[in-house]
């Protein structure tokens, strides 16, 4: 079993920055790839960014190429999603999932954390 836990989410303007954060505890974090996704409302959940296990691969949704950044620190049993530029179409609740690969099927990750609300205002 993993738990995992956001933070860092809020409100931020159009252009504007955040980092998201999610701390792991339980099994060994660091045989997990690690994913970013997001759900707005009314919409699917949907594939942001993802890392492989050890931090040498990643991956990203088009919508955020360029501006997104996923990374890890595995000493501390953290994975981050820096936003920048961020949009009004960025606002979703984010949730960070532990699982097999670096991909966007939502199938592959096992594990996932409660949520974080992300508010980007125009």
């Known amino acids: 079993q993993v738990q995992l836990a956001e933070s860092g989410g809020g409100l931020v303007q159009a252009g504007g920055s955040l980092r998201l954060s999610c701390a792991a505890s339980?099994?060994?974090?660091?045989?997990?790839?690690m994913g970013w996704f997001r759900q707005a409302p009314g919409k699917e959940r949907a594939f942001v960014a993802a890392?492989?296990?050890?931090?040498?691969?990643?991956n990203y949704a088009d919508s955020v190429k360029g501006r997104f950044k996923i990374s890890r620190d595995n000493a501390k049993n953290t994975v981050y999603l820096q936003m920048n530029s961020l949009k009004p179409e960025d606002t979703a609740v984010y949730y960070c999932?532990?699982?097999?690969?670096?991909?966007?099927?939502?199938?592959?990750?096992?594990?996932w954390g409660q949520g974080a609300q992300v508010t980007v205002s125009s």
């Open positions: 999932a532990a699982g097999r690969g670096p991909y966007a099927g939502i199938n592959l990750y096992d594990y």
């Open positions: 339980g099994r060994r974090f660091d045989s997990y790839a």
């Open positions: 890392i492989s296990s050890g931090g040498a691969r990643t």
